[in-house]
T-cell receptor, first 115, second 111 residues
């Protein structure tokens, strides 16, 4: 069964450093998302991406964040200058965009720890 | 006001018990509804979509009441492996189809 994959599983970084979180969505899916979950809190939407552009971003997704789909298979989330409060699980999700249009499938997540 | 609200629990039940979770959502324009399951420090996994007519998948039954903006999940004959956090999730079908998550209801099934 195809699945969303994410790397790395755990990233530790110093405050102020740049990190890139990588995701490989399910092949042939059309919609892509990043969510985050701070420990003990609910899953929060960050950004959605369709047709090679951002379709919506949340208030959390400020100028420090960016997303890219550089090669038609990877989908990346970059945080330019990490803050302590960026520590969280980051989940990538993809959606077929066809008859199953609203069902999103999540990757295993990257745990980001900012020191 | 919380967009998707759930009782955090925990619900502590014996194996074989029937347990019900409820959820309310604030946006009446919401289009799609789901229950996801999340194990500790893992990703949310789709348990089932929720339809207005109600739907069943094995031991799991989901109901949606659009008028009351209320969603429920019933688990029959609980198994130890059902222990997890159950997330009520709503898709507002706006420009991006983003999911709005509740904080989850924790279920502990004991032997």
């Amino acid at each position: 069964e195809p699945e969303v994959t994410q790397t790395p599983s755990h990233q530790v970084t110093q405050m102020g450093q740049e990190v890139i979180l990588r995701c490989v969505p399910i092949s042939n899916h059309l919609y892509f998302y990043w969510y985050r979950q701070i420990l003990g809190q609910k899953v929060e939407f960050l950004v959605s991406f369709y047709n090679n552009e951002i379709s919506e971003k949340s208030e959390i997704f400020d100028d420090q964040f960016s997303v890219e789909r550089p090669d038609g298979s990877n989908f990346t989330l970059k945080i330019r200058s990490t803050k302590l409060e960026d520590s969280a699980m980051y989940f990538c999700a993809s959606e077929p965009g066809l008859e199953d249009i609203y069902t999103q499938y999540f990757g295993p997540g990257t745990r980001l720890t900012v020191l | 006001r919380k967009e998707v609200e759930q009782d955090p629990g925990p619900f502590n039940v014996p194996e074989g018990a029937t347990v019900a979770f409820n959820c309310t959502y604030s946006n009446s324009a919401s289009q799609s509804f789901f229950w996801y399951r999340q194990d500790c420090r893992k990703e949310p996994k789709l348990l089932m979509s929720v339809y207005s007519s109600g739907n069943e998948d094995g031991r799991f039954t989901a109901q949606l009441n659009r008028a009351s903006q209320y969603i429920s999940l019933l688990i029959r004959d609980s198994k130890l492996s059902d222990s997890a956090t159950y997330l009520c999730v709503v898709n507002e079908a706006d420009s991006s189809y983003k999911l709005i998550f509740g904080s989850g209801t924790r279920l502990l099934v004991r032997p």
